[in-house]
């Protein structure tokens, strides 16, 4: 069973509804209060989250060149008959 706002004033009695009486008659007050705050929160996340994307982009990057060397390497090393195990890395005894 849900409660209703209106019930729930009406049960603390006369405080209650002037509770709520006042409750409406602030509302617009603090909306017009909150509206510029969540605003500001709003945009300070848009900015917030346009900064994270270019972090992420350039580890993203990172990232890549970093798989790029690695397959580099293993191709060079398949060329020079350096064979890798599942241990690690071993070549040719000599």
Known sequence: MAIKAGELFEDLG???VAAGI???LLLPVIAGIGKPVAKAAI???ISLLER???ALAEA???FEDLVAEARAELAEEEVNGVVASGNGISGPQG
Request: hydrophobic share 25%.
């Open 52 to 54: 994270s994307k270019g």
């Open 14 to 16: 006369p405080v209650g």
């Open 43 to 45: 945009k300070g996340g």
């Open 22 to 24: 006042g409750a409406v």
């Open 60 to 62: 993203g990057e990172v």
